[in-house]
């Protein structure tokens, strides 16, 4: 069964390009023929298995396809998780359908392993608890953390009522007082609050200690340019900028980048063996000479229920370790007078 | 024409077989159309993907519209697309000087059988691939016509009035398709030899065709080949309602 | 060298030029400090004003009208250096040599009178004192200065309003649009070459958007012509004091409908190629210009067969008329409106999508679903309907947006959906290929183009009769 030869795969966590291209043109051509919807859409393309010789040609749907479309190789009823983006401006959340979770995990736990934490810590929690969140990705994901790694006095701090401030800063000063280096897993948003909160209160937590963010899955915090963002982290927490690491994921996809810590900006985005990026014209769909600006395209091996080739709204460029995410486009404003697009939602209150 | 799927009918052999591997070689992934003749449609997809091209072989007769469909379906299937067509295949026909019928005797069912075989055949099909051509970048039609339609050397007047009938069709399709971006051109051979049909031709025949011949040779498959695959390819993008004769110069002053 | 903006001659001398970067170009462009820009609109408001209101309006329709055709002619060197500088612009030299030969025609002499007798009357009112039907007399006077804020990078919109503001003997300080400051500047240059004298009423000057000079000119002035998103002409209206009024021009939003009288076996090539111009020219870019198509059912043609067609029509028009590449946020809108039109193919039995391999055109067609806007660059979609009201639904939301529907039906139809169209807003019906060409006289936005650049002073007709008795031969 290719599911079990892809998780083999990820837990070897070595690159292997001629297994990964096998791997990934066989799982297209389940995905084509399984997939109605999904078929549809490369047929369109005129791309069938035929054609499709490498992973590069793997037919990419937006990720607005996943709001619209039903794409998962075996029937709704039969999934366990269903994974949603969180709700946009249109209202729509895109569902992204596991067969089950085996591979997600699999995934999950080898890069974990390489770029978050790899030994028991105290760890706090600052998301909420994947069965308060069951369409939540990222709960599920940190959960997962918390329940592999969480030492003694590891807890989560935040519920329906928000961020338990106090419980949290007890949770800092217990750990500096036992030097016990602790991992601090959060949403970006969720750190500007507790920048906005602790003020000039600053911590110092022991050597070891790591703090990971991850930027809603759409996009960094608007507020705070990046530098800006992690230096205040380093300083909040006494925690080197080595020490601060970020995971980049989102709802669509079964695989996180992770960078190596805010020491260098911008920091790169690398991923493991299985999952592979490109940068092209979202016109043409071909890749722009390196290094040039375009729009991110993740190619998947872990997605094995939905679709492998994923397009999405963000903008980056190709760095030697992995990519540069710079988030999304820059507005192009009007250049004639003809109405434009957001004019005309905000008009006729329609969506998108 | 990397990447573009072309149908050519009737090229287990012969002349079709020449253009499909012409095709081919220029990076088409070509349909290999027979109607018996399975074990030498099959050799020819294999000879064509021996050398690192795209064949496919589906059997189907053309006169037989449901086998077109479902000939058009399994394309659809495999590639998601057709981008153009090369109408070879026709209704069978002896070419035999002496045993033919005269033109003045030959008979309204004989017209009608060929008129059957290869207009017919051609205004289905192309009805059928039409919707998936005009959806090509550089979708075409090409008909193998016969250089008799305007030249009869010797008149097998069923054979070629149907024929005729299929470049004036031709015509009239060209011209209303050619606003959806699709082209439609014929190519009229000469005797082409050796082929099935052609094999019995007698010497006598062949050698006062080639006494009147410029390029002083009959042609070969491979001479209609080529003139096909300019035809197909976008260096005759804007090239429409043509008929190109390839028959060594026999034929001249065509208007 | 490129030369942008314009200086009264007189000040020349005493206003320097100064580097700076527009989009793709280097140009030289007047020095604009809080100063120079005071002393600009001192000079215009006195010497300028006396110097322009000495004309005779028809002395003034001769210079325009010779000014014009220096720009028509091929051989005259302003044309030639006009072309050579838009030549960065994002559209083909071709496009846009016969876009200016088009739109320049409409400021000749016999046009410039037309459309003074169809906003005036008696355009003499613009000279002096005429005799009113109601008794006494009226003048109709220019502001001392009007401020001209141009946008957008449509060749020659600005054109419009300059000319407009010369005929009613006003001087015009002009700024001119970032992305298209050319053809403006090559107007007045060639006005000075006609008339030096003229050209004391002129000055034309650039700064970017966010800049503090504008607020000097609103203090100065009492009226302002502004083109531009809303969101500007907003932010406009709020910079104004109480005393200036502003005339604004915002983004707009235009469509065809074609009947199926238009899609018969026929008309329908002839009726489509024109529809794809409309769509072709300017890259939709111009408020005229078309970001939907409502086709009839009925026809000979099918409506989806319409749209079909449209896509190759588009395909010709693109091998004369090449689009230039889009920035990269261009190209995601782009893509995501084909991307969408791919995923409405798959889950709605009717909706399909024509897409050039490389996305340069495209064409949807939406038989069900609300109308969406189009990204610009040459995507439209194609919605079929079966009666007018199936239109009209669809646009009542958009009415203060929308500007030009092209039409293409019978005479009777016609004026019957153009009665329909206009109680929902639109302001101009037009041929299907000629959206983009607008005729002289054209009520810019539904409203009269140069009434709105004077005020109208009233003798009453007492007055007239009060002071007759007052006459040294008075008998």
């Known amino acids: 069964m290719i599911e079990k030869r892809i998780e083999a795969f990820i837990r070897a966590n070595e690159e292997d390009e001629e297994t990964f291209q096998t791997l990934m043109i066989e799982l297209f051509r389940k995905q084509f023929e399984e997939n109605t919807p999904y078929r549809a859409f490369c047929q369109e393309k005129r791309k069938t298995p035929r054609t499709v010789k490498r992973w590069q040609d793997i037919p990419f749907v937006p990720v607005d396809a996943f709001k619209h479309l039903t794409l998962s190789r075996v029937p709704v009823e039969e999934t366990v998780a269903c994974f949603m983006t969180s709700g946009s401006t249109s209202g729509q959340r895109g569902k992204h359908y596991h067969a089950d979770l085996t591979i997600y995990d699999a995934s999950m736990d080898e890069t974990v392993r390489r770029f978050v934490v790899d030994r028991p810590m105290r760890i706090a929690c600052l998301f909420p608890r994947a069965s308060e969140l069951p369409n939540s990705s990222l709960a599920h994901y940190l959960n997962r953390i918390v329940d592999q790694y969480g030492k003694e006095g590891s807890g989560y701090f935040i519920d329906s009522s928000g961020i338990a401030f106090d419980a949290f800063a007890s949770f800092l000063k217990e750990a500096t007082c036992d030097d016990e280096p602790v991992l601090l897993l959060g949403a970006t948003f969720s750190y500007v609050h507790l920048f906005d909160h602790f003020q000039e209160t600053t911590f110092t937590l022991p050597k070891g200690s790591r703090v990971f963010d991850t930027g809603g899955y759409k996009g960094q915090s608007e507020a705070l340019p990046e530098a800006t963002f992690y230096e205040t982290l380093s300083a909040q927490f006494g925690v080197p900028l080595e020490s601060c690491v970020n995971m980049y994921g989102m709802s669509e996809l079964s695989t996180q980048y992770y960078d190596r810590g805010h020491a260098t900006s911008p920091a790169v985005k690398v991923g493991p063996p299985w999952i592979r990026t490109r940068i092209i014209d979202p016109l043409t769909g071909d890749d722009l000479p390196y290094g040039e600006t375009g729009i991110i395209v993740h190619y998947d091996l872990a997605n094995t229920n939905a679709v492998t080739a994923v397009m999405t709204e963000d903008v980056g460029y190709a760095h030697e370790d992995g990519f540069v995410l710079l988030g999304r486009a820059e507005g192009a404003e009007a250049k004639g007078c003809s109405l434009q697009l957001a004019d005309f939602l905000q008009v006729t209150g329609g969506t998108r | 024409m990397e990447g573009q799927v072309i149908i050519v009918t009737g090229s287990s052999r012969g002349i079709g077989r020449a253009i499909a591997e012409e095709l081919a070689r220029r990076g088409a992934s070509v349909i290999i159309n027979y109607r018996t003749s399975e074990e030498e449609a099959e050799a020819v997809e294999r000879a064509i993907t021996d050398r690192g091209g795209d064949a496919y072989a589906i059997g189907g007769d053309v006169t037989d519209v449901d086998a077109m469909r479902a000939l058009v379906e399994a394309v659809i299937l495999e590639y998601g697309r057709i981008d153009s067509i090369v109408h070879n295949a026709f209704a069978s026909y002896r070419f035999d000087p002496a045993e033919r019928v005269r033109a003045e005797h030959v008979d309204w069912a004989s017209y009608a059988a060929q008129l059957d075989g290869s207009l017919r055949a051609v205004v289905q099909l192309n009805a059928l691939i039409l919707p998936y051509v005009k959806a090509s970048h550089n979708g075409s039609i090409v008909h193998v016509l016969t250089n008799l339609i305007d030249a009869p050397l010797v008149s097998y007047n069923d054979y070629t009035t149907a024929k005729g009938a299929v470049e004036t069709y031709s015509r009239g399709l060209a011209r209303d398709v050619g606003r959806s971006g699709v082209r439609v051109n014929n190519v009229a051979p000469g005797l082409v030899y050796p082929t099935a049909t052609s094999r019995s031709t007698k010497k006598e025949v062949r050698d006062q065709l080639t006494a009147q011949t410029p390029l002083g040779r009959l042609a070969v498959p491979e001479d209609v080949a080529g003139p096909v695959a300019f035809l197909v390819s976008e260096e005759a993008r804007f090239m429409t309602g043509q008929t190109i004769y390839v028959d060594g110069g026999f034929t001249m002053n065509r208007s | ?475």
């Open chain 3, 1 to 475: 060298m490129k030369l942008v903006g314009f200086v009264p001659p007189s000040l020349r001398e005493t206003i320097g030029t100064e580097r700076v970067t527009l989009g793709p170009d280097h140009v030289y462009c007047p020095k604009a400090t809080a100063e120079t820009v005071t002393r600009v609109i001192d000079h215009l408001e006195t010497k300028g004003r006396a110097i322009i209101q000495s004309y005779r309006v028809d002395e003034l329709i001769d210079r325009i009208d010779e000014a014009v055709r220096l720009l028509l002619d091929r051989t005259s060197l302003v044309r030639e250096k006009l072309l050579r500088d838009l030549q960065t612009s994002e559209y083909d030299r071709e496009m846009i040599d016969l876009h200016l030969t088009d739109y320049v025609k409409q400021f000749r002499a016999h046009e410039l009178r037309t459309f003074l007798v169809e906003d005036f009357g008696n355009p003499a009112v613009l000279d002096t004192w005429q005799p009113r039907v109601k008794g006494g007399l009226s003048r109709a006077i220019a502001a001392p200065v009007t401020y001209h804020s141009w946008s957008g990078n449509v060749p020659g919109v600005s054109l419009w309003s300059f000319v407009s503001q010369l005929l009613v003997k006003g001087p015009i300080f002009g700024k001119v649009a970032t992305r298209e400051p050319y053809v403006a500047t090559a107007f007045a240059y060639a006005l000075e070459q006609v008339d030096a004298h003229l050209a004391e009423a002129i000055a034309l000057f650039w700064w970017p958007g966010e800049s503090e000079l504008q607020h000097v000119v609103y203090e100065r002035v009492p009226l302002v012509v502004a083109y531009g998103h809303n969101d500007t002409l907003a932010r406009i209206e709020a910079s104004l004091p109480v005393t200036t009024r502003l005339l604004g021009y915002g983004h707009k939003w235009s469509f065809s409908v074609i009947g199926k009288e238009a899609l018969d076996a026929y008309e329908y090539e002839r009726t489509l190629h024109d529809v794809a111009w409309d769509v072709v020219n300017f890259n939709q870019q111009g408020c005229y210009s078309p970001q939907v198509v409502f086709v009839e059912r009925g026809g000979n043609v099918s409506p989806r067969e319409a749209a079909a067609q449209l896509f190759h029509e588009l395909g010709t028009w693109e091998v004369k008329h090449p689009i230039r590449p889009l920035a990269l946020a261009e190209k995601q809108r782009v893509q995501a409106y084909v991307s969408s039109g791919r995923i409405r193919a798959i889950q709605c039995e009717g909706a399909d999508i024509w897409c050039a391999p490389d996305a340069s055109y495209s064409v949807r067609f939406e038989p069900e679903g609300a109308v969406e806007p189009s990204p610009l660059h040459r995507h439209v979609t194609v919605y079929p309907f079966d009666t007018i009201e199936d239109v009209l639904a669809a646009l009542r939301p958009l009415r203060a947006y929308l500007q030009t529907a092209s039409v293409a039906t019978s005479t009777e139809r016609m004026t019957d959906w153009a009665t329909q169209l206009s109680d929902v807003g639109v302001t101009r019906l037009a041929a299907v290929g000629t959206m983009t060409g607008t005729e002289a006289g054209w009520h810019h936005d539904g409203r009269l183009s140069v009434m709105d650049l004077i005020q109208w002073v009233d003798i009453d007709e007492r007055l007239y009769r009060a002071s007759e008795r007052l006459v040294s031969y008075r008998q």
